[in-house]
């Protein structure tokens, strides 16, 4: 019978923290960062395996340069995000010849990046805030206060299928799998060992089902293309994953039953999204009802099933439910909110939110307070229900995203609550 790994393995991302490299086996080390850092010793020197962020890049190469003080020959990245690019500059300037290579769509990645770098910022600070001023109080603590700027490289060399490299006395391929993670996604292989780097490449933590889009805002991820990067993943046979986060997958019967389960998991939810598509259902229907069989168990800690259905069910059909006309025209429904409110009285409003409360139909009650908060922001009767459902959504998930917003609307809620008071 198996036990889903998620269930023993953390799901936060956390910044790089001095003292804190491990070495994996003779010849890999790691230093966790906001992706995972690995080098790879060779004769040849090491091939270090992505970045960091800008400002993590010192602690990484202080991290593994305990561990080892070889010259690093190649730096490999798994994928165009800022936390495995930001660091480049700085390994180049402390390593002249570094040779840097990506997946081909990595130039693409950056500037899609890029394009988007206020955007993604503010939607991404409800959850990385208070990681990040941890990170500076660490660093500050060990003195680190001169961090170098967030890079946006180019690579030396941009890898389209596969590319096979032997590098002193290691033999590694860098095999492409676009449009997973990013579509720069690439992962490494050491045929020799069975050894395989996924960088993120199912999502954040290992286990979990995947983000097809992620609520920081992001382009959609298509599920099949996702279910082949883990085929291509399962296809190795590999006795060892070395993920993005935390640490080593060991076991290939393990490693086999797990990706076995987050492929047809993944394949489930896409099938069962179509399927209720072509019997007429709409999105919230499927959101609903659509839920994995205890055989294809996976995790939700950081990508959820019901956000996964939206996901297909808006990759296939687009933004237009054919629910409402309003929906083709730019007057949202908030913005008549204010005339619900008045013709049905807020005491009336509140009170029926309460009920549904009690109910545990905390989504339709969190829709009547909204209602009330559109027409009245700083009515604290309805913000202190608004704070109460939140506390109650966040009783319900372990979802890392999920509980990251709701934590921000409960400390936004309580702050405008002590402004008024």
């Given at each position: 019978?198996r036990?889903?790994i ?11 923290r ?10 890999i080390?790691?230093?966790?960062a ?10 040849e ?12 890049a010192?602690?990484?190469?202080a991290?593994?340069?305990v561990l080892s ?5 190649s ?10 690019v930001g660091?480049?500059?700085?390994f180049?300037e ?7 290579i ?5 130039p693409?990645?950056?500037?899609y ?5 206020p955007f993604?910022?503010?939607?991404s600070?409800f959850a990385f ?21 967030q ?11 596969k ?10 391929e860098?095999i492409?799998?676009?449009g997973?993670?990013t ?7 050491l045929?020799?060992?069975?050894i ?6 199912f999502?954040c ?22 279910a082949n990067?883990?085929d ?11 993920y993005?986060?935390?640490g ?25 999204t179509?399927k209720?598509?072509n019997a ?11 839920a994995?069989p205890?055989?294809l168990?996976v995790?939700e ?41 008045a ?6 409003l509140?009170d029926h ?7 545990r139909k905390?989504?339709?009650a ?21 704070r109460?459902i ?21 400390n936004?809620?309580?702050s ?5 008071t």
């Amino acid at each position: 019978m198996r036990t889903p790994i998620y269930k023993s393995r953390p799901v936060e991302p956390n910044p790089a923290r001095f003292d804190s490299g491990q070495r994996i086996n003779d010849f890999i080390t790691l230093s966790e960062a906001f992706s995972n850092v690995y080098r790879i010793e060779t004769s040849e020197g090491s091939i270090q395996l992505n970045a960091g962020m800008g400002m993590e890049a010192p602690v990484i190469d202080a991290n593994l340069n305990v561990l080892s003080e070889q010259r690093l020959h190649s730096l490999i990245l798994t994928q165009g995000h800022v936390d495995h690019v930001g660091g480049v500059a700085y390994f180049r300037e402390k390593n002249p010849g570094l040779t840097v290579i990506a997946g081909a769509n990595n130039p693409e990645h950056q500037a899609y990046d890029s394009r988007l770098g206020p955007f993604r910022g503010q939607r991404s600070a409800f959850a990385f805030t208070e990681k990040f001023s941890a990170a500076f109080t660490h660093y500050q603590q060990h003195n680190y206060t001169d961090m170098p700027p967030q890079d946006a490289p180019t690579p030396d060399t941009l890898v389209e299928d596969k590319l096979q490299l032997e590098i002193g006395d290691l033999q590694l391929e860098v095999i492409a799998v676009p449009g997973a993670e990013t579509n720069d996604s690439v992962i490494v292989w050491l045929p020799e060992h069975r050894i395989c780097f996924t960088g993120n490449l199912f999502g954040c933590p290992f286990g979990h089902f995947p983000n097809l889009v992620t609520i920081r805002g992001d382009r959609y991820r298509d599920a099949l293309v996702v279910a082949n990067a883990v085929d291509t993943v399962r296809r190795l046979e590999p006795d060892m994953i070395l993920y993005g986060h935390h640490g080593p997958v060991v076991g290939r019967e393990l490693i086999q039953d797990e990706l076995n389960a987050l492929h047809g998991a993944i394949l489930y939810v896409h099938d069962e999204t179509v399927k209720g598509m072509n019997a007429g259902k709409t999105v919230h229907e499927l959101m609903s009802e659509i839920a994995l069989p205890p055989e294809l168990e996976v995790g939700e800690g950081y990508g959820k099933v019901s956000w996964s259905v939206r996901a297909i069910w808006e990759n296939y059909g687009g933004w237009f439910h054919h629910q409402s006309t309003t929906e083709l025209y730019s007057v949202p429904a908030s913005q008549v909110h204010a005339d619900v409110v008045a013709l049905a009285g807020v005491d009336a409003l509140l009170d029926h939110a309460r009920s549904k409360q009690k109910a545990r139909k905390l989504e339709e009650a969190l829709h009547l307070v909204d209602m009330v908060l559109n027409a009245e922001p700083e009515h604290c009767e309805a913000l202190g229900l608004s704070r109460a459902i939140h506390r109650d959504l966040l009783d319900q998930t372990d979802n890392f995203w999920l509980r990251s917003w709701l934590n921000h609307q409960i400390n936004t809620i309580q702050s405008q609550i002590n402004e008024i008071t």
